[in-house]
């Protein structure tokens, strides 16, 4: 009895300085915040490059293009314009375009797939010469079943959608700055299959 009764006061002790330490370990926790990245004063106007594609799949690149320029017109905080006479020049490259199949029917035909998409992002500000931030990896993905199905999608109009995600990603990345969007894992990213 007086062991056990020893026993649970130490513990209980134990417990209790346990106890008294959370608010330290919060308090620390608490106390560190990555340093904001938010698009500096001087960047106004802004010229979006045609990205670059490094897959095999022709295209793409001007079509996710004009989806990210007409995103930044529809916002308006940041007027689109010619390099020459842009703030800030984003650069972007579509690095990996993965179709997975999914799932299958009966007669092994695909009947559900994935489309990833992953794309590198940097903003530079032209006065300065320098990088403002980069964004590596960031995905844009969707899963849809075969368009011979019922409710089924064309890989075209889910690559529209992609482009979408992609354009206002890239956008709220922009403007609102670090941790607004984050890349997937370098680990993440699919081997090309081309």
Same mark, same amino acid.
Request: proline share 4%; net charge neutral; with cysteine.
């Given at each position: 009895?007086?062991?056990?009764?020893?026993?649970?006061?130490?513990?209980?002790?134990?417990?209790?300085?346990?106890?008294?330490?959370?608010?330290?370990?919060?308090?620390?926790?608490?106390?560190?915040?990555?340093?904001?990245?938010?698009?500096?004063?001087?960047?106004?106007?802004?010229?979006?490059?045609?990205?670059?594609?490094?897959?095999?799949?022709?295209?793409?690149? #001007?079509?996710?293009?004009?989806? *990210? &320029? =007409?995103?930044?017109?529809? @916002?308006?905080?940041?007027?689109? $314009?010619?390099?020459? +006479?842009?703030?800030?020049?984003?650069?972007?490259?579509?690095?990996?375009?993965?179709?997975?199949?999914?799932?299958?029917?009966?007669?092994?035909?695909?009947? #559900?797939?994935?489309?990833?998409? *992953? &794309? =590198?992002?940097?903003?530079? @500000?032209?006065?300065?010469?320098? $990088?403002?931030?980069? +964004?590596?990896?960031?995905?844009?993905?969707?899963?849809?079943?075969?368009?011979?199905?019922?409710?089924?999608?064309?890989?075209?109009?889910?690559?529209?959608?992609?482009?979408?995600?992609?354009?206002?990603?890239?956008?709220?990345?922009?403007?609102?700055?670090?941790?607004? $969007?984050?890349?997937?894992?370098?680990?993440?990213?699919?081997?090309?299959?081309?």
């Amino acid at each position: 009895m007086k062991i056990s009764t020893r026993l649970s006061g130490t513990i209980l002790l134990y417990f209790t300085a346990l106890l008294s330490m959370v608010p330290f370990f919060s308090m620390g926790c608490a106390a560190y915040k990555p340093a904001e990245q938010v698009l500096p004063q001087n960047i106004r106007k802004i010229s979006v490059e045609t990205f670059k594609n490094s897959t095999v799949y022709y295209g793409m690149e #001007e079509k996710l293009t004009i989806k *990210i &320029v =007409n995103e930044f017109i529809q @916002d308006g905080r940041l007027a689109v $314009v010619n390099p020459g +006479e842009a703030d800030g020049i984003l650069h972007g490259e579509i690095i990996s375009y993965v179709l997975e199949p999914l799932a299958y029917d009966e007669n092994h035909v695909v009947k #559900e797939y994935k489309l990833r998409v *992953i &794309v =590198n992002i940097s903003l530079s @500000d032209r006065e300065k010469n320098e $990088v403002v931030w980069i +964004e590596k990896y960031l995905e844009g993905s969707y899963r849809f079943f075969n368009p011979q199905t019922f409710g089924g999608l064309s890989e075209e109009g889910v690559r529209e959608i992609i482009w979408d995600k992609l354009a206002k990603s890239i956008l709220k990345r922009t403007i609102h700055g670090f941790g607004s $969007v984050t890349g997937i894992s370098e680990k993440k990213v699919p081997l090309k299959k081309e």
